[in-house]
């Protein structure tokens, strides 16, 4: 089997890396195409891969093909391939904002696309991915799309009308990174060394993350834990609410929802 990406940022990188280290291919079986020569020699000598500049090519030899261009490039990418591309072959989008509709429609014939909507933390192998899929698609052409999905983090099947909710979320590594970086920059204040102050921040998340996935208790009930009567932890929470913490974040998850529906 040949999986090939067309388009090889930073997400194509971290699904690629991904699939090596779950060994579910040899790097002998990704192609993979890049606008640049110096993006295609960066890949191979990270990844051993074969790459070209030749959207075509990659869609030819493929079984699986990953298309990990932006949004925006899409019409252009599917004109490019669209004659070398038969029902056989596996689709898998995951740019926002294409339905599954219209990325078959500018085929013009009947095409199997998977549609995923990752998150930056597969960077390192801890995204959270959703996949939807059309009727040409086979239970076992799903089960290899979430195998791949799972080569870097978590992965779950969703209603396709659910995406642009997952893409909100998907957003929220940037808004989990700037708390961090607020929560950095308050003990720097307080004199502790930036070089500290950005670990005891991202750990004491990290740990938090993983106190609701691990325990499987409401955050609402786990936030309680932490609170004790008359403590540092409820000022703080306090302060919190005051400002309107809670609210902001849900408005900028909503915001992102409604942009993504735009797309």
Same mark, same amino acid.
């Given at each position: 089997?040949?999986?090939?990406?067309?388009? *090889?940022? /930073? *997400?194509?990188?971290?699904?690629?890396? &991904?699939?090596?280290?779950?060994?579910?291919? $040899?790097?002998? $079986?990704?192609?993979?195409?890049?606008?640049?020569?110096?993006?295609?020699?960066?890949?191979?000598?990270?990844?051993?891969?074969?790459?070209? #500049?030749? /959207?075509?090519?990659?869609?030819?030899?493929?079984?699986?093909?990953?298309?990990?261009?932006?949004?925006?490039?899409?019409? +252009?990418?599917?004109?490019?391939?669209?004659?070398?591309?038969?029902?056989?072959? %596996?689709?898998?989008?995951?740019?926002?904002?294409?339905?599954?509709?219209?990325?078959?429609?500018?085929?013009?014939?009947?095409?199997?696309?998977?549609?995923?909507?990752?998150?930056?933390?597969? %960077?390192?192998?801890?995204?959270?991915?959703?996949?939807?899929?059309?009727? /040409?698609?086979?239970?076992? $052409? %799903?089960?290899?799309?979430?195998?791949?999905?799972?080569?870097?983090?978590?992965?779950? +099947?969703?209603?396709? /009308?659910?995406?642009?909710?997952?893409?909100?979320?998907?957003?929220?590594?940037?808004?989990?990174?700037?708390?961090?970086?607020?929560?950095?920059?308050?003990?720097?204040?307080?004199?502790?060394?930036?070089?500290?102050?950005?670990?005891?921040?991202?750990?004491?998340?990290? &740990?938090?993350?993983?106190?609701?996935?691990?325990? &499987?208790?409401?955050?609402?009930? %786990?936030?309680?834990?932490?609170?004790?009567?008359? &403590?540092?932890?409820?000022?703080?929470?306090?302060?919190?609410?005051?400002?309107?913490?809670?609210?902001?974040?849900? $408005?900028? +998850?909503?915001?992102? #929802?409604?942009?993504?529906?735009?797309?």
């Amino acid at each position: 089997m040949t999986i090939g990406f067309i388009g *090889m940022g /930073n *997400m194509a990188r971290a699904i690629i890396g &991904g699939i090596l280290k779950k060994g579910i291919v $040899d790097a002998t $079986d990704i192609v993979g195409s890049a606008h640049t020569e110096e993006t295609c020699a960066r890949m191979e000598t990270e990844f051993g891969i074969r790459t070209t #500049t030749s /959207n075509a090519q990659v869609a030819k030899e493929s079984d699986v093909l990953i298309l990990a261009v932006k949004p925006q490039y899409f019409k +252009v990418v599917i004109a490019d391939i669209m004659d070398v591309v038969d029902v056989e072959k %596996l689709i898998i989008s995951v740019a926002a904002g294409k339905t599954i509709k219209w990325i078959a429609e500018e085929f013009e014939k009947p095409v199997k696309v998977v549609r995923v909507m990752p998150n930056t933390a597969a %960077l390192v192998g801890e995204g959270c991915a959703a996949l939807c899929r059309n009727e /040409n698609v086979s239970d076992e $052409d %799903l089960s290899f799309a979430m195998q791949l999905m799972h080569s870097v983090g978590t992965a779950s +099947v969703v209603p396709e /009308n659910l995406m642009d909710v997952v893409c909100g979320i998907s957003g929220a590594p940037a808004y989990v990174f700037m708390m961090i970086e607020a929560i950095a920059d308050a003990a720097v204040a307080d004199g502790m060394p930036r070089i500290q102050a950005y670990p005891f921040a991202a750990q004491t998340v990290l &740990g938090a993350a993983r106190m609701v996935l691990e325990t &499987g208790k409401h955050p609402g009930e %786990l936030k309680d834990m932490v609170c004790s009567p008359g &403590g540092t932890t409820i000022e703080a929470v306090n302060i919190l609410e005051e400002e309107g913490f809670r609210g902001a974040v849900f $408005d900028a +998850v909503r915001a992102s #929802t409604e942009k993504s529906s735009r797309l």
